[in-house]
């Protein structure tokens, strides 16, 4: 299966439900078919706004859904994955995928540590090691947060977005309680 995007980008030999999770973003952004006419595309930047957060949320949320009714999920993730196609987000990185059994996901091989990981993710030092599939819930607010925080992995400089939809995810999701971690669709 190939899947292109006009200015050549492509997904050769991928997993076809991670493909279909990158469509139906940029479909439910632009429409059926409409995202592949002079489709700009460029890497996740240094900088996003509170908009552009919501939005980075918002986007990055409804491919994990969509994994997850897969049983699928992102066991990290990495900023220079994240690409943005026509103002969506998406993660382009089949590698950081790991199938979801009974709310787990079991690391059977070694693997290369995330940029944005949770707290138990770094705990790992054997294989075979289960984990919550949430946790790439922490890693998504742990993203964030590096672009709203006055310093990485601190809450600190949140004061303007103080109660609000994004606060609450992140609050929410950066917990060590992992039950407690919920994707929220802001």
Not at 10 to 29: A, G, R, V
Not at 75 to 83: C, E, S
Request: net charge neutral; with cysteine; aromatic share 10%.
């Amino acid at each position: 299966m190939v899947f292109i995007i006009n200015n050549g980008l492509s997904f050769e030999n991928e997993n076809p439900i991670f493909l279909k999770s990158i469509n139906n973003i940029l479909c439910s952004t632009f429409g059926p078919k409409k995202y592949k006419l002079n489709a700009d595309i460029s890497i996740l930047g240094d900088t996003l706004s509170y908009n552009k957060c919501i939005k980075l949320v918002r986007d990055i949320s409804y491919q994990i859904s969509f994994l997850e009714c897969n049983n699928l999920t992102f066991f990290g993730l990495n900023l220079k994955d994240i690409l943005i196609v026509n103002d969506s987000y998406i993660i382009a990185n089949s590698q950081l995928l790991i199938p979801i059994i009974e709310n787990k996901i079991t690391f059977t091989a070694p693997f290369i540590m995330p940029d944005f990981s949770s707290p138990e993710l770094c705990k790992i030092k054997s294989i075979p090691s289960t984990i919550s599939h949430k946790s790439v819930y922490y890693s998504l607010a742990e993203l964030v947060l590096n672009f709203l925080s006055d310093s990485p992995n601190n809450m600190t400089g949140l004061e303007t977005i103080l109660h609000t939809k994004l606060y609450w995810f992140l609050i929410k999701n950066l917990s060590t309680v992992v039950e407690t971690r919920i994707l929220v669709l802001i």
